[in-house]
């Protein structure tokens, strides 16, 4: 059974830096897309940065230059650093694997996902 898990979400002051963690089980990734999403209370579930196979990054404007992503694929494992965060960044975040080659900003892409993990960032 494949199974996603997030650690790493907290309550931190706006300009403090978080890192979330991915760990997937159940079967291995390495050919796999990864990425992170996020759903503030009342908003859509949207695209945060995504890794692909071959380590190719990619970003919402939003994030970029403050936000790294990268992954582990002999632990199984992603992370997404975020520094320099701001209230708005305030969500659930949630990580996603998928065999995604072009879509890699689409949520519709990808086939597992995690219970997701809060970040709350305060002003």
């Known amino acids: 059974q494949v199974q996603l898990v997030e650690s790493g979400g907290g309550l931190v002051q706006a300009g403090d830096s978080l890192r979330l963690s991915c760990v997937a089980s159940?079967?291995?990734?390495?050919?796999?897309?990864m990425g992170w999403f996020r759903q503030a209370p009342g908003k859509e579930r949207e695209f945060v940065a995504a890794?692909?196979?071959?380590?190719?990054?990619y970003y919402a404007d939003s994030v970029n230059g403050r936000f790294a992503i990268s992954r582990d694929d002999a632990k199984n494992t992603m992370t997404l650093q975020m520094n320099s965060l701001k209230p708005e960044d305030t969500a659930v975040y949630y990580c996603?694997?998928?065999?995604?080659?072009?879509?890699?900003?689409?949520?519709?892409?990808?086939?597992?996902w995690g219970q997701g993990t809060q970040v709350t960032v305060s002003s």
């Open positions: 996603a694997v998928g065999n995604v080659e072009y879509a890699v900003r689409s949520r519709i892409a990808y086939n597992y």
């Open positions: 890794i692909n196979w071959s380590e190719s990054t």
């Open positions: 159940g079967r291995t990734f390495s050919g796999y897309t």
